[in-house]
């Protein structure tokens, strides 16, 4: 099976379940550290020409992360394009178990695990309710119907835009003040925030600062997540 892997979760999947099945991966596929296959651009604009000069027999893409008109100039190459939706932690698991199925895999043992470890998680002690910023200039935060905030309200954090007609709104600075969440919660990707960017946006807020890895990706990660997370997440009650 010759693999093209558009998403880094799913590279990092694959390549753990079925080492030697990828043969092309983003220049975002930064999971596992020593992967050494074709890099084919980016998520948003791959090469679609080196991807069908590799000719692969499946291409995997996520309807959130890929463009269509991309996934369509596949097809038309005549190569098979799968395409995964994750909006939740159960969704996360079943479109796993496709992806890999779809590339010959038995279940994977990682995969178990991670079920397992989300399925034993603790009640939280308390609800909080956050903002979750993504990016910065212009400020944008998570939305409705996303897979971090599924993540995160397992773990006891509401955000406060969960229900905002937009699943990343963007939300100026002042409002995201006003609006007094317990705290904030910072990931490291998509935009890079760190103890000297974007703390000192909210001044007298806690502020969490996650690994994004872990907040938003979907594959084997899943394993560490709920402690990795409720680690960050428990250093910043009050």
């Known amino acids: 099976m010759r693999v093209v892997s558009l998403v880094p979760s799913l590279t990092e999947a694959v390549a753990e379940t079925l080492p030697g099945a990828l043969v092309g991966a ?10 050494d296959v074709p890099r084919i651009g980016g998520t948003k604009n791959p090469d679609v020409d080196r991807i069908v000069a590799l000719a692969p027999d499946l291409v995997i893409a996520n309807e959130e992360e890929n463009r269509a008109p991309d996934l369509d100039a596949l097809r038309a190459a005549g190569l098979p394009v799968l395409v995964t939706e994750v909006r939740s932690v159960p969704q996360a698991f079943a479109e796993l178990a496709r992806v890999l199925g779809a590339c010959g895999a038995r279940r994977p043992r990682w995969l178990a695990e991670a079920e397992q470890a989300w399925t034993d998680l603790p009640q939280p002690e308390d609800r909080r309710t956050a903002v979750v910023p993504i990016w910065r200039r212009p400020w944008m935060v998570l939305g409705r119907d996303t897979f971090a905030g599924d993540v995160l309200a397992r773990l006891g954090v509401g955000h406060l835009y969960a229900g905002h007609p937009e699943r990343y709104p963007r939300i100026p600075l002042e409002e995201l003040r006003a609006a007094a969440p317990d705290l904030v919660v910072l990931p490291d990707e998509p935009y890079r925030f760190t103890t ?26 899943l394993r560490a997540a709920p402690q990795v997370l409720a680690g960050a997440l428990r250093a910043t009650r009050r």
């Open 26 to 35: 983003t220049d975002w596929c930064t999971h596992p550290a020593d992967l």
């Open 196 to 221: 000297d960017d974007g703390p000192e946006a909210f001044p007298g807020l806690p502020c969490a600062l996650v690994s994004g890895r872990h907040l938003t990706w979907y594959g084997p990660s």
